[in-house]
Each structure stands twice: as structure tokens, then as C-alpha cells.
């Protein structure tokens, strides 16, 4: 009997200890090189400003005279992918999303080229008088979401950010391998992306909808979908927190 009692104990123990250590992921690469595009080199800047709520119009005004012109200029190596201000969520909110086409040396040399331009300056002095705060991300895009490309309007667009619990970035990537499958029907899937500097192993889906019982309509659709259910309670797991922003285009981004 007690050799029994201590085999069984041996075995509850075993058992208990398997719930709480994680094996070792076998990968010797990056977890960025394996769950981004590799066709391309684009690197993104997500900005988030918050903005005094008596100067949100005169804000607007400002980035729409100046983000243009770095937008167009074939001096610097990077576009405007869309720019928003939040409608639902955190209030009197703007948020840019920028694409720089060739990665970190693209970056810089945007960069640099922007401290040397007067009216650059001046615009980032005006603009800081503007802000309560502001805060930006550079992120890769997932292998398996879609370009970010301009579209027609009107539009309202849906960021939701995750932050994902530390090391499961390769499990969330596929699990959502998969699950894109299921949310591309209507067109709404704009871009998915993954944080490498600023807070980390924070995921953004970025979505776009006619109106917001478009939304409610695409977002139950999929419920019906067999497997959809499984990835949803797959990927739970994964996340500490997530947030949604519903958001308004400005008139000059390409995400309409």
C-alpha cells in the first residue's frame, strides 16, 4: 500500500509540474523573422497622440497641412498608411500609422533628414504645445495579413491591440494563420501587425467598416463559420489585456 501511495504521489506530482513549465522552443531564429512578411523590408510606426481637447481641430488642421508633404516627398523613404482620430475609446486621440520602405535604415535616414527641415521643426514645436502625451511602437506585419493599401470611403476603421502574455507571439501568429480566413469575406481585414520596440509582444489588427452595425453584422457572421469558435478559444488564452478603438479618418489619409 504505501508503494502504491508514493507511486501515485510521484505521479500527481509529475503531473502538477507539467502544468507550470513550459518546454524550451526548439526555433533558432527570431521569432520576428518567422512570423514576418519576408518579401519585404517595411518597418511601421504606429503614434499615438493625445491631444488637449480644446486643440483637437487646430491639431487636425496642422497634420493636414504638414504629413502631406513628407507623405509625398520621394526624398524620404516612407508613406502615410492612414491617420485617424479615435471616435470610440480613448477620447480626443489621434493616431498615425506610417510605413518605411526598407526597414530600420529607412527610418533613420527619414529621420535625420527631418531634423534639417525648418518647417518640420516648427510644425513638432507647435504640435508639442498641442499634446497632453504621445507615445509610438515600431512594428512588423504578419506574413499572413494583408498589405495595408489606400482605400475608398467613407470608412470606419477598428484598431484592437493585445498584449499578449510574454513568449506566446509564435502560438498567437498560428493560431491567427488561420483564423484570417474567416474575417476576409467582406474585405474588412486592412493590416496586422506585431510590436518590436516600444511595449512589447503587443499584437494590432487594424479592420475597416462601412459603419458600425456593419461591424456588429461581419463580427457575428463569423460565429456561424465552423472553426472559427476553436481559434477564438485558442487565442484567449494568450492575451492580458485588449483594447478597440473605433476611429475616423482625417480627409488626407489613403485609408478612406
Known amino acids: 500500500r504505501g508503494k502504491g501511495s508514493s507511486a501515485r504521489s510521484a505521479r500527481e506530482e509529475s503531473w502538477l509540474k507539467s502544468l507550470f513549465v513550459r518546454k524550451v522552443d526548439p526555433r533558432k531564429d527570431a521569432h520576428s523573422n518567422l512570423l514576418a512578411k519576408r518579401e519585404t523590408s517595411s518597418l511601421y510606426k504606429l503614434q499615438?497622440?493625445?491631444?488637449?481637447?480644446?486643440?483637437?481641430?487646430?491639431?487636425?488642421k496642422l497634420c493636414q497641412e504638414v504629413l502631406p508633404k513628407i507623405h509625398e516627398e520621394k526624398h524620404y523613404p516612407c508613406a502615410l498608411v492612414g491617420t485617424w482620430n479615435t471616435w470610440y475609446g480613448e477620447q480626443d486621440q489621434a493616431v498615425h500609422l506610417w510605413r518605411y520602405e526598407g526597414g530600420y535604415p529607412a527610418l533613420n535616414e527619414v529621420m535625420s533628414k527631418l531634423r534639417q527641415n525648418k518647417e518640420f521643426t516648427e510644425f513638432r514645436k507647435e504640435r508639442g504645445n498641442m499634446l497632453l502625451s504621445r507615445k509610438n511602437q515600431?512594428?512588423?506585419?504578419?506574413?499572413?495579413?494583408?498589405?495595408?493599401?489606400?482605400?475608398?470611403?467613407?470608412?470606419?476603421?477598428?484598431?484592437?491591440?493585445?498584449?499578449?502574455?510574454?513568449?506566446?507571439?509564435?502560438?498567437?501568429?498560428?493560431?491567427?494563420?488561420?483564423?484570417?480566413?474567416?474575417?476576409q469575406d467582406s474585405n474588412e481585414a486592412v493590416g496586422g501587425f506585431f510590436s518590436q520596440i516600444g511595449q512589447l509582444y503587443m499584437v494590432h489588427h487594424l479592420w475597416a467598416y462601412k459603419d458600425l452595425q456593419t461591424r456588429e453584422d461581419i463580427r457575428?457572421?463569423?460565429?456561424?463559420?465552423?472553426?472559427?469558435?476553436?481559434?477564438?478559444?485558442?487565442?484567449?488564452?494568450?492575451?492580458?489585456e485588449m483594447e478597440s478603438r473605433i476611429m475616423i479618418p482625417l480627409k488626407i489619409s489613403p485609408l478612406q
Request: net charge negative; with cysteine.
Open 48 to 60: 499615438f497622440h493625445n491631444v488637449k481637447p480644446e486643440c483637437l481641430e487646430a491639431y487636425n
Open 138 to 183: 515600431l512594428l512588423l506585419e504578419f506574413s499572413f495579413w494583408n498589405e495595408p493599401v489606400p482605400r475608398d470611403g467613407p470608412n470606419i476603421y477598428e484598431l484592437r491591440s493585445y498584449q499578449l502574455r510574454p513568449g506566446t507571439m509564435i502560438e498567437w501568429g498560428n493560431y491567427w494563420a488561420r483564423a484570417i480566413r474567416f474575417r
Open 220 to 240: 457575428n457572421a463569423a460565429w456561424h463559420k465552423p472553426g472559427w469558435d476553436e481559434l477564438v478559444y485558442y487565442t484567449v488564452p494568450l492575451i492580458q
